[in-house]
């Protein structure tokens, strides 16, 4: 179809967001729920109790294989969390793909936007990225983050999160997971910095707090082995929820500069942003 002089199209931009505000928003509940049930003075019973009853393991077990159940229970939440994490960035770089199309071509051949849309949904995340750095200018460092985010995925949906060879991504033979987020630190008298996150904050000595605070964006790193099994805290998924996004603000502001440069106008941009940046998503149905 071909767009005439006359032709209003708007870009919803928060829309776009809220496919990944609502991830996190679903990661931070879900993991709350799991991690909290299990962690609960009288956890909730591992039989899948009902009127008529499977049963595939013993009602009754050792205290052993109770927590041996929850650890494994909370490591299938924190796998799943990950996956539905990329999967939903996935599909709001699908979502901005179909954006892209609108803004870039004057013309639009609908069979011509169906195939492409089509090819770009089979594209692993890394190339789909790519793709879109190649359009708009994106840097390059988050999709380093991402293509670490698919290796792990894989190795969680097909091998139950054990390293293979097919896995690992360093020339030591490790599967190393790696994402940015926002993090705080203590400045020290060298200007060297300590960082302050779930692993450190314990061991920081009273006396710290009369150092400087700095925030910035910063990253880490966890490797695993050939044989071992990934394994995330809760902690390490709300760093990852930051990196997502991270990733997201960034994709949105190359889109809009994209957009201008095109000739699209953009009305009340800053309410948006700060009403966006106020108004976390108020159910956590999945919209892609």
């Known amino acids: 179809m071909r767009l005439s002089p006359t032709t209003i199209v708007r870009l919803n931009f928060d829309a776009l967001r809220r496919v990944t505000d609502v991830a996190v928003a679903r ?32 009602k009754e077990v050792t205290s052993g294989t109770l927590v041996h159940f929850r650890e494994e229970f909370i490591y299938w939440i924190l796998a799943n969390a990950l996956r539905d994490l990329v999967e939903s960035f996935s599909g709001f770089l699908i979502h901005c793909r179909r954006l892209i ?38 840097d390059s460092t988050y999709m380093e983050m991402f293509e670490t985010f698919r ?7 097909h091998r139950r999160g054990i390293v293979s060879e097919i896995d690992v991504n360093t020339d030591d033979s490790q599967l190393r997971l ?24 314990s061991l920081i000595a009273p006396t710290a707090v009369e150092r400087r605070i700095v925030a910035h964006l910063t990253w880490k790193e966890r490797e695993y082995r050939i044989g071992s099994q ?15 996004h991270f990733a997201t ?3 949105l502001a190359k889109l809009r500069d994209f957009a201008l440069q095109k000739g699209i106008p953009f009305e009340n941009a800053a309410e948006g942003a700060a009403r966006a940046a106020t108004s976390p998503p108020d159910n956590l149905d999945r919209e892609d």
């Open 178 to 201: 790696r994402w940015c987020f926002m993090a705080t630190f203590l400045e020290n008298p060298d200007g060297t910095e300590q960082i302050v996150d779930n692993d450190t904050i």
């Open 151 to 157: 290796k792990a995925r894989n190795c969680l949906a």
């Open 230 to 244: 990934i394994r995330l805290s809760r902690h390490d998924l709300g760093e990852i929820c930051f990196g997502l």
């Open 249 to 251: 603000e960034h994709v």
């Open 27 to 58: 990661a931070s509940v879900f993991l709350g729920l799991a991690t909290n049930a299990v962690s609960a003075p009288q956890p909730p019973s591992h039989v899948l109790d009902d009127k008529v009853q499977y049963c595939f393991v013993p």
């Open 101 to 138: 199309f609108v803004i870039d071509l004057e013309t639009i051949d609908e069979a011509e936007f169906a195939r492409e849309l089509a090819e770009y949904e089979k594209k692993s995340i890394r190339i789909q990225y790519e793709l879109l750095k190649d359009i708009v200018g994106l």
